[in-house]
């Protein structure tokens, strides 16, 4: 299994921009599909992003889409979300994970086999 360390989380106002990183070790990232999802305190986890193994394809969960940016740069083995307008209800542990065998990227968690450990992203004024 591949590991990932995710970086980049938090204390942010409302209206800012923050860019979480996710670094892969153990194996090559550009085998893997990878998405973010976030948990927020008294919530299940839901999804955010995935993006395909090449970068080009890319999904977005609805109450994300036009304020974050899923990207990857295989060569560096590293996976960014771009945040920005954050609002209070973006408040959340972020996490990244990995997809090693699907075909096409997937909101499903299930689908998804390697997990960081999360960063804190708190957006607060």
């Known amino acids: 299994q591949v590991q990932l360390v995710e970086s980049g989380g938090g204390l942010v106002q409302p209206g800012g921009s923050l860019r979480l990183s996710c670094a892969a070790s153990?194996?090559?990232?550009?085998?893997?599909?990878m998405g973010w999802f976030r948990q927020a305190p008294g919530k299940e986890r839901e999804f955010v992003a995935f993006?395909?193994?090449?970068?080009?394809?890319?999904n977005h969960a609805a109450s994300v889409k036009g304020r974050f940016t899923i990207s990857r740069d295989n060569a560096k083995n590293t996976v960014y979300l771009q945040m920005n307008s954050l609002k209070p209800e973006d408040t959340a542990v972020y996490y990244c994970?990995?997809?090693?065998?699907?075909?096409?990227?997937?909101?499903?968690?299930?689908?998804?086999?390697?997990w960081g450990q999360g960063t804190q992203v708190t957006v607060s004024s």
């Open positions: 994970a990995a997809d090693p065998r699907n075909l096409y990227g997937t909101s499903n968690q299930k689908n998804y086999d390697s």
């Open positions: 153990g194996r090559t990232l550009s085998s893997y599909i």
């Open positions: 993006i395909g193994r090449s970068g080009i394809t890319t």
